[in-house]
């Protein structure tokens, strides 16, 4: 039986510091990483992230055979299941185990009128500049000295600031003219602001309550970069929790600290990940307070979900531009209102990522570097993976046996290529938590080892129990 032994000790913590300040999609070389529980830093952490992704199957550049497509890629094998359990875990958080919250899945599609109501198509810009010299255009929000170019150096030679929104616009019908104009949504938020009266009228809720969305949104982003941290098409996570004005302040405080404590509770470690408030100049108009959950990337803190306290104003313009009632009749106090929002909105994509870099360690075992992704087992694409110890038909048969016990229950992978510790090694480069393996004495003992993916450990257990013991460790 194969067995590892760590030769390091995993238990060094520091926080990520002076890390890279660069425009996006930019890195130096020879940056050095000490994530939580590392025996040694990381060189490079970005790029191992997009090697470990191509390698394991998580994520594709988009079109590869075409010579792809800028800021579009592919969840893999892997990476499929990896975001889905991101997404399932914030459900589980925010609609399965709360009472005062409802799902929703609106259009994707939507017509202008309600971007018009939003603000989008006057306020969704970015101002954008152009490099006269080499031609290169940026945001100039993100440069650093509005003056000169951050790709050639040269000074005085950018244009006047355009703005650029970043709608994507199409048509829908076959008649291409204004009365066919559509919007691919930015953002999932207004889907559930235009649907308030008809929650409350289902589902019998009233305020506080949430109305919470997973989905995909579009951005005609001027600067995507950074793999799939900022990119046209992504999935959000997000919710709007209607509450009485009087009780804005507080909720909002409530979610700041509930949102900041669901990345600890899945795996970050607290001294990288950060609840930032925004200063006076960086509200919107419409946001009495917003804050931002941020993680330490290897480019430095970035956002990785939004806090805002949005007032009365998003059902307000749908009020005007509608003509349609979105207030709430509270009848045991005989009053009418407009509900004030709380919305905690989260990138699923990004927070993917944050994950991968906050499970990814190396350290050393019998002399051999083992990387491995110490992911939250609710985090993890793979709960479990069955190993039979060769490919004789009479382990093979029983182990497949065992792997559809399991299967009904959790999402379990099948290897039975190359030596034992080599499977363990793909199991542990994608974070699975336990690997179990069927080796010859199962036959007699009908038991199996069972090897824990961060301490190596391995214990044995009757194929019986399996079930159940996984069932304990997996809660």
């Known amino acids: 039986m194969f067995a590892d032994t760590p030769h390091v000790s995993a238990g060094n913590r520091r926080p990520i510091a002076n890390l890279l300040d660069t425009e996006i999609g930019v890195r130096g070389s020879g940056d050095y990483v000490t994530m939580p529980g590392m025996a040694e830093p990381i060189e490079d952490l970005f790029d191992k992230i997009v090697n470990l992704s191509k390698r394991r199957g998580i994520v594709f550049p988009s079109a590869e055979i075409y010579g792809g497509f800028r800021s579009t890629y592919d969840y893999g094998p892997v990476g499929v299941l990896m975001l889905r359990n991101v997404k399932d875990a914030?459900?589980?958080?925010?609609?399965?185990?709360r009472s005062d919250v409802v799902g929703l899945d609106a259009s994707i599609l939507s017509p202008p009128a309600i971007w018009e109501a939003s603000g989008h198509l006057t306020n969704f810009t970015d101002p954008l500049v152009d490099c006269r010299k080499c031609g290169v255009r940026h945001r100039q929000d993100k440069l650093d000295d509005p003056t000169t170019c951050p790709s050639c150096g040269t000074t005085g030679q950018l244009t006047e600031p355009r703005q650029f929104n970043l709608m994507f616009k199409t048509q829908a019908g076959p008649v291409q003219d204004e009365g066919a104009v559509a919007y691919l949504r930015p953002e999932t938020a207004q889907g559930m602001f235009i649907n308030f009266a008809n929650v409350v009228n289902t589902s019998r809720k009233r305020p506080p309550f949430g109305i919470a969305q997973i989905g995909k949104s579009f951005r005609n982003e001027i600067t995507p970069g950074n793999f799939v941290f900022r990119t046209r098409e992504f999935e959000q996570m997000e919710m709007e929790f209607f509450v009485p004005p009087e009780e804005a302040d507080?909720?909002?405080?409530?979610?700041?600290?509930?949102?900041?404590?669901?990345?600890?509770?899945?795996?970050?470690?607290?001294?990288?990940?950060?609840?930032?408030?925004?200063?006076?100049?960086?509200?919107?108009?419409y946001s009495s307070g917003t804050s931002d959950v941020e993680f330490q990337f290897p480019w430095g803190w970035d956002e990785l979900e939004g806090i805002a306290n949005r007032g009365d104003y998003?059902?307000?313009?749908?009020?005007?531009?509608?003509?349609?009632?979105?207030?709430?009749?509270?009848?045991?106090?005989?009053?009418?209102?407009?509900?004030?929002?709380?919305?905690?909105?989260?990138?699923?994509?990004?927070?993917?990522?944050?994950?991968l870099m906050a499970a990814y360690h190396e350290e050393v075992v019998n002399d051999e570097k083992r990387t491995v992704l110490r992911l939250h087992h609710r985090i993890a694409p793979y709960k479990a993976a069955v190993l039979p110890l060769s490919k004789k038909p009479e382990l093979t048969g029983p182990a497949r046996e065992l792997l559809a016990m399991l299967q009904p229950h959790w999402l379990v992978d099948y290897d039975e290529t190359q030596a034992i510790g080599r499977r363990y090694r793909r199991q542990?480069?994608?974070?699975?938590?336990?690997?179990?393996?069927f080796d010859f004495d199962s036959l007699e003992d009908k038991a199996v080892t069972v090897r824990e993916r961060d301490s190596m450990e391995q214990v044995r257990i009757p194929i019986a129990d399996v079930p159940t013991w996984l069932s304990e460790h997996l809660v």
């Not at 914030?90 to 185990?97: G, Y």
């Not at 005007?320 to 929002?341: M, T």
């Not at 542990?428 to 393996?437: N, V």
Request: proline share 5%; aromatic share 14%; hydrophobic share 30%.
């Open 90 to 97: 914030w459900w589980r958080s925010m609609v399965q185990l």
């Open 428 to 437: 542990d480069e994608i974070g699975t938590p336990y690997c179990i393996t």
């Open 250 to 285: 507080q909720w909002y405080e409530y979610w700041c600290n509930e949102r900041l404590s669901w990345y600890v509770e899945h795996g970050m470690d607290p001294d990288n990940v950060r609840l930032r408030p925004h200063g006076d100049d960086e509200l919107s108009h």
């Open 314 to 355: 998003d059902l307000t313009q749908h009020i005007e531009h509608s003509g349609q009632k979105l207030e709430y009749f509270d009848q045991a106090n005989d009053r009418r209102y407009i509900p004030h929002v709380i919305e905690p909105a989260a990138g699923a994509t990004r927070t993917m990522m944050a994950f």
